[in-house]
């Protein structure tokens, strides 16, 4: 099913509340792994993930990795976004009918206002990102971080996800 892929660094009450948020989809077995790509940490975000049981990847390690990831299709997130219910079935839906790479939609929780959300950078991870295995390989060839993935083109599913506030 999916392998789950959070980048991050000092991010450990994020990195909590997303892992919170995967729970469903563990327990459905929706979720085979969830693998946490740390830039170095320096706070607990390392301790969060070996005691939630991920595996952690290091830098130059992220390609091999995910050519061993035990899910067919990848779900990448920021560290602090949450899944709200209802997540699974949304994620199943599309990955059993569909080749495209998808994002969540945004909920209205926590979302900034309008000028906030026209003059902000845009973060291309906000709203989550869910490729194929194979997609996402392809894209990754020579690069050391997410950024190829991060700028695919997708289509939206139903689901909705709370965007981290950080970052």
Same mark, same amino acid.
């Given at each position: 099913m999916l392998t789950v892929l959070?980048?991050?660094?000092?991010?450990?009450?994020g990195l909590a509340r997303t892992l919170g948020s995967l729970v469903a989809g563990s327990v459905e077995g929706v979720v085979r792994e &969830?693998? &946490?790509h740390d830039g170095g940490s320096t706070d607990h975000t390392v301790l969060v993930a070996d005691h #939630? $049981?991920?595996?952690? &990847? $290091?830098? $130059?390690?992220?390609? #091999?990795?995910?050519?061993?990831a035990r899910g067919d299709w990848l779900l990448v997130l920021e560290p602090g976004a949450r899944l709200t219910e209802g997540w699974t079935e949304a994620v199943m839906l599309h990955i059993t009918s569909m080749t495209m790479p998808a994002r969540f939609t945004r909920s209205r929780? $926590?979302?900034?206002? /309008?000028? #906030?959300? /026209? /003059?902000?950078?845009r973060?291309?991870? #906000?709203?989550g990102l869910l490729i194929s295995k194979r997609q996402a390989l392809g894209l990754l060839k020579g690069a050391s971080d997410l950024a190829p993935v991060a700028r695919v083109s997708t289509k939206r599913i139903a689901a909705e996800i709370i965007a981290s506030p950080k970052r």
């Amino acid at each position: 099913m999916l392998t789950v892929l959070i980048e991050t660094h000092n991010d450990e009450e994020g990195l909590a509340r997303t892992l919170g948020s995967l729970v469903a989809g563990s327990v459905e077995g929706v979720v085979r792994e &969830v693998l &946490v790509h740390d830039g170095g940490s320096t706070d607990h975000t390392v301790l969060v993930a070996d005691h #939630a $049981g991920c595996t952690l &990847v $290091g830098d $130059g390690d992220l390609p #091999a990795r995910l050519r061993h990831a035990r899910g067919d299709w990848l779900l990448v997130l920021e560290p602090g976004a949450r899944l709200t219910e209802g997540w699974t079935e949304a994620v199943m839906l599309h990955i059993t009918s569909m080749t495209m790479p998808a994002r969540f939609t945004r909920s209205r929780i $926590g979302r900034p206002r /309008f000028l #906030a959300r /026209f /003059f902000s950078t845009r973060r291309p991870l #906000a709203d989550g990102l869910l490729i194929s295995k194979r997609q996402a390989l392809g894209l990754l060839k020579g690069a050391s971080d997410l950024a190829p993935v991060a700028r695919v083109s997708t289509k939206r599913i139903a689901a909705e996800i709370i965007a981290s506030p950080k970052r």
